[in-house]
């Protein structure tokens, strides 16, 4: 089941949705949805196209990562799409080098 909206979501529209049979999403706004999983769980995706592929990424739990801080991370998202950096290969890159530094 998908919920779209055309308005953006509030923080008591988060809080009120629960979990049902089926993984759902709870649409905001330039892309940025909440998916809530069957276990209870919510997590911030963003659903994006990049090189004329639809793609999406995930970066977060809710309530760890409040409304507003999911949007900004969803404009920085979309900044490094339109620099042409595919969010999804950013991720990964600084994911490796943080790895490497490590060891």
Known sequence: MYIH???SLTDSD???????HSNRKL????????????TGGKLWRLKYTY?????????GTYPT???SDARAICAQHHADIAQGVDPSHKRKALKQ???SDSL
């Open 27 to 38: 649409y905001d706004e330039n892309g940025l949805y909440l998916l809530i999983k069957t």
């Open 97 to 99: 080098r943080a790895i």
């Open 51 to 59: 090189a004329g592929v639809e793609q999406s990424v995930t970066f």
């Open 5 to 7: 909206t055309t308005q």
């Open 14 to 20: 988060i809080e009120k949705a629960q979990p049902s």
């Open 65 to 67: 990562l409040s409304l």
